[in-house]
């Protein structure tokens, strides 16, 4: 089951590779539609909400977090109304899971020790990136666009946190509706992240000042953060986010039209 999943899984990311080399092809062909030469740099800012995919469960709510970094997009053809550009980020991005320690009526548990109710959160830091196709609708030059994109995300293990007010010896077991509680002791394992993003939005172009872009994005890892053999406690541990962002974009080259 778990191969049939993972071969599933990396079709999705091979079709959506492809899928942004097409566009590629099509910048440097330009043989349909009208070319552009179009090329904007910036930066990105806004907020994760991120849980972890445990197999076995764990009980979350949604861990918050931010990124942030710089943004990059070469637009390549407007084909039709369809603006058609590549979108590339390199992200510093804070993901992670939050727990919610509640007992059998939902009510927080109580540490015996501390006389708390029990609290745990792993922030994981990552350098993100996302590379994207990018179709858009609208006003090209100036005034509002709507747009969609997706394509593969990688991202790179920086450090982790964690923030609780119990130990791991002094963790009340008894009164959890949820016991699963291995993951206190474990580290992220595997350093490198990779997965399927989506995202849609609205731009607003200020000729002579820049592009504003609002989004909001989806993303669903394809790896997991502990290793998942027959060996290993957890099955699954993969990412999955939601972003909400702001982007803000300058042109560097453009094509008169």
Known sequence: ?????????????????????????????????????????????????????FQPTVSQGMHKGFSGGLSMRYVCEKYFKTICSVMAEVNYTQLGWEEDILNPQEQPVINPVTGQAEE??????????????????????????????????????????TTTNFTYETRNVTDRSNKVSEQYLMSVENKFDYGIAAGLGME??????????????????????????????????????????????????????
């Open 204 to 257: 607003y172009s200020i000729p002579s000042v820049g592009h504003f872009l609002l989004e909001g994005r989806y993303y669903y890892g394809l790896g997991n953060i502990y290793d998942n053999t027959k060996r290993d406690y957890f099955g699954k541990s993969n990412h999955q986010t939601i972003h909400v962002k702001l982007t803000y974009l300058f042109d560097i080259t453009k094509t008169k039209i």
């Open 120 to 161: 745990y959160k792993r922030t994981i830091s990552y350098v993100q990136l996302p590379i994207m196709a990018h179709l858009a609708w609208g006003r090209e030059r100036s005034g509002v666009q709507f747009f969609v994109q997706a394509g593969p995300q990688f991202g790179l293990y920086l450090s982790e946190s």
């Open 1 to 53: 089951m778990k191969h049939l999943v993972y071969c599933t899984a990396c079709r999705m990311l091979r079709s959506l590779v492809m899928l942004l080399l097409l566009v590629v092809a099509t910048a440097t062909q330009a043989q349909v539609g009208e070319h552009r030469n179009d090329f904007s740099l910036g930066f990105n800012g806004g907020v994760t909400f991120n849980s972890i995919g």
